[in-house]
């Protein structure tokens, strides 16, 4: 190989006068790539992160090892009590649920169940359809008196019997009621929860019925009688909650919703 040859392989920096000197390095411009630093986002991210996790444990601390027994007691003495007594439900069904509730009180005071039976008890009374039965006793009230036929008078009657049948089996959820009595409630002056008006019209409680039917239809629940006050109900549910060999079945998906 030619020296000419050589020369002509060399790099060359492009400027008149310095062939076959070697290119300088490029400096990049530090303030045009310089990349922007991401430690302080992710301190900000620990940070917050640690806070919530400290948070959730905090939480999840305090419901595992607090004493629940008085909450629950004060809860159910304080609360659940004076709201079934200014309910819907008939007398009876009121007073004797009443006298129960003064029994699960005088339990957690004595603190003779267990803190499973206690979250199982917890989750009863707090989707508890029972509790709202006195609109459903209200609208079997004023069926016979809004002008429909005999024959829907005694399909509201047999609607009810299967909607007990399916909340003393456990089938039947609170907000699924409150919805099936959606059209015929108005929300209590507590806002706790809904009861049915005293002037409902025939189409009201035909549309009662209609959202009924599609609950116990979803259920399979059989179309035949069954007798059962609201109060025998509410202490089946009770005593199915503090037994802790029974397992509770899985509520039955209900159709949806129109």
């Not at 037994?243 to 998906?253: I, K």
């Amino acid at each position: 190989m030619s020296e000419n040859e050589d020369a002509s392989d060399a790099p060359t920096t492009g400027v008149p006068g310095t062939e076959g000197q070697p290119k300088a390095p490029v400096k990049p411009n530090a303030e045009e790539h310089q990349e922007p630093s991401i430690g302080p986002a992710c301190l900000v991210v620990v940070i917050l992160t640690l806070a919530v996790f400290c948070s959730v444990c905090a939480f999840g601390s305090w419901f595992m090892f607090s004493d629940q027994y008085p909450l629950a007691e004060r809860g159910v003495d304080e609360q659940l009590i004076p709201w079934v007594e200014t309910s819907q439900l008939a007398a009876e069904d009121k007073n004797s649920i009443v006298d129960q509730l003064h029994d699960i009180v005088a339990m957690l005071h004595d603190r003779s169940i267990d803190k499973r039976q206690l979250s199982r008890l917890r989750n009863c009374l707090q989707d508890n359809p029972i509790l709202l039965w006195g609109g459903v006793q209200s609208i079997v009230a004023q069926s016979k008196d809004v002008g429909l036929t005999g024959t829907e008078v005694q399909a509201v009657e047999r609607i009810s019997q299967r909607l007990m049948r399916m909340g003393a089996e456990r089938k039947l959820g609170r907000n699924d009621l409150e919805f099936t009595l959606q059209h015929c409630s108005k929300v209590r002056e507590d806002q706790l929860s809904v009861e049915v008006r005293s002037n409902l019209t025939a189409d009201e409680i035909r549309e009662f019925m209609r959202r009924a039917e599609q609950l116990v239809q979803g259920s399979d629940v059989p179309n035949e009688p069954y007798e059962s006050t609201a109060a025998e109900a509410f202490a089946k549910l009770v005593k199915m909650a503090l037994d802790v060999d029974n397992v509770p079945g899985e509520m039955a998906t209900p159709p949806a919703r129109n």
